[in-house]
């Protein structure tokens, strides 16, 4: 049963903007803390952004700070990533992941329970 699933994702030239949709499955996932995370080819999982349950608390990786928002629309179950003026080193495999049962951000991997199955992005110059 998939229970978070990302679009958004595709082929932008840098300086570009794209904005990924995670949408949940089910209501209560509207009370669990969320993240996105990224994967490019050869590296580890790194962390971009997590965001509360209410969506009062944010974090950022440093790389994006001022250039990503994390945001969520309970109503809709759904958490969002707008990246503006995207670079070549953002290029990689975009996850969303949920916190089950816990409200507050977390930069962990491990701290989330939950997994969406990726959306790809791809910059070029």
């Known amino acids: 049963q998939v229970q978070l699933v990302e679009s958004g994702g595709g082929l932008v030239q840098a300086g570009g903007s794209l904005r990924l949709s995670c949408a949940a499955s089910?209501?209560?996932?509207?009370?669990?803390?969320m993240g996105w995370f990224r994967q490019a080819p050869g590296k580890e999982r790194e962390f971009v952004a997590t965001?509360?349950?209410?969506?009062?608390?944010?974090d950022y990786e440093d790389s994006v700070k001022g250039r990503f928002t994390i945001s969520r629309d309970n109503a809709k179950i759904t958490v969002y990533l707008q990246m503006n003026s995207l670079k070549p080193e953002d290029a990689a495999v975009y996850y969303c992941?949920?916190?089950?049962?816990?409200?507050?951000?977390?930069?962990?991997?491990?701290?989330?329970?939950?997994w969406g199955q990726g959306t790809q992005v791809t910059v070029f110059s």
């Open positions: 992941a949920a916190r089950y049962g816990r409200y507050a951000i977390s930069k962990e991997g491990n701290d989330y329970g939950y």
């Open positions: 089910r209501r209560t996932f509207s009370t669990f803390a």
């Open positions: 965001i509360n349950w209410n969506g009062g608390t944010t």
